[in-house]
């Protein structure tokens, strides 16, 4: 075998294989275009349905309309960040989070917010919730919830914060709070006394105090100075 044969036989295997390497390559890039002309493009992965999760009280109608999804919009072209925009501007909702379901759907999950008290609006209340968000109107203060009358916005925080800071047993016995600043609100409880609890400070400390002093029985507690409460029948 001369010199030229040797160097004929090791060049082949080596063309053939570049060959394979752009055969192989200009399959992939095929592949991939026909793949993201059907995803961004073609009618095959396009909207089909659109569903809403997590909603109980605000209505799933409502919802799909703010939504506003094109009818047959390719799946992936569909503006997830708009559609949450819209939806959370519904009074309820706290957050939205928009999911696609391949191949053809389009999922909506929405968390509503989580009424703690109701305040005074106007012949009315509205819900509030654990960040002092209003939303919705009713004629009437639910059962079980306190009402909170409070003077701005800094003691309704307060106020809310020692709403949801009571044991569970101790918020549905409290009908009305009225705080009047951040360290000055005043909790009514039944029958017909008060707790004068200060501010959202040293929480625990208070509902110890004042689970120690419901026994007595009294017109008024004050725990908002828990290392030196005081009681009176007046």
């Not at 701005?152 to 925080?157: K, N, T």
């Amino acid at each position: 075998m001369t010199v030229l044969d040797r160097a004929t036989r090791f060049t082949e295997p080596a063309q053939s294989r570049r060959t394979r390497r752009w055969v192989i390559a200009i399959v992939v890039l095929l592949v991939l275009g026909a793949a993201g002309y059907v995803v961004w493009f073609s009618s095959l992965l396009s909207v089909r349905e659109v569903r809403v999760l997590g909603a109980v009280h605000v209505s799933a109608e409502s919802v799909l309309q703010l939504a506003a999804v094109p009818a047959d919009q390719q799946l992936a072209r569909v503006n997830a960040a708009a559609i949450a925009s819209r939806v959370g501007t519904l009074p309820r909702v706290e957050s939205v989070e928009v999911r696609r379901g391949w191949p053809s759907t389009l999922v909506i999950v929405i968390t509503e917010r989580k009424p703690v008290a109701v305040v005074p609006d106007g012949a009315g209340f509205a819900y509030v919730d654990a960040p002092g968000i209003r939303f919705d109107n009713v004629a009437k203060a639910p059962k079980g919830m306190s009402v909170i009358r409070a003077r701005d916005q800094v003691s309704l925080a307060t106020a809310i914060a020692i709403i949801t800071g009571l044991p569970a047993d101790w918020k549905r016995q409290v009908p009305l709070v009225v705080a009047t600043s951040r360290d000055n609100v005043v909790l009514q409880w039944p029958p017909g006394s008060t707790v004068q609890w200060g501010s959202a400070e040293r929480m625990d400390m208070k509902i110890s105090v004042l689970r120690a002093l419901l026994p007595q029985r009294a017109r008024r507690y004050d725990v908002s100075a828990p290392d030196l409460p005081t009681t009176s029948t007046r």
